[in-house]
């Protein structure tokens, strides 16, 4: 059974927008911050957002200012808008429930090893 799902995916031209959407149980959502991050093959998987309970944030490097991450507790549904994208946006997007110590501070760059339930990813491609 499917625990944690993306969608909103696509195409789309440099400098639009898409939106990202990750729906969860809610035994998962009550419990975890939620994230999202993304990998290209034959790349390391590269941290993009992560949101916990409260609503606090954090953002990769590459993203900050273009990507926001937000949440709604009634549908435990969790939203990445992504403005002025990138040709190097283009990537495989996961959404991830996980613990919030390891999540956040994986997605901001340290390596604590696995955690979390993943989503099978939703693909982004943007164009010159």
């Known amino acids: 059974q499917v625990q944690v799902k993306e969608s909103g995916g696509g195409s789309v031209q440099s400098g639009g927008s898409l939106r990202l959407s990750c729906t969860t149980s809610e035994d998962i959502y009550s419990r975890h911050c939620m994230g999202w991050f993304r990998q290209v093959p034959g790349n390391e998987r590269e941290g993009v957002a992560g949101?916990?309970?409260?609503?606090?944030?954090t953002y990769g490097n590459s993203v900050k200012g273009r990507f926001t991450i937000s949440r709604d507790n009634r549908n435990r549904t969790v939203y990445l808008q992504m403005n002025s994208l990138k040709p190097e946006d283009s990537a495989t997007y996961y959404c991830?429930?996980?613990?919030?110590?390891?999540?956040?501070?994986?997605?901001?760059?340290?390596?604590?090893?696995?955690?979390?339930?993943w989503g099978q990813g939703t693909q982004v491609t943007v164009s010159p």
């Open positions: 949101i916990d309970d409260d609503g606090s944030t």
């Open positions: 991830v429930a996980g613990t919030c110590r390891v999540l956040m501070a994986t997605v901001r760059g340290q390596n604590l090893g696995s955690f979390g339930n």
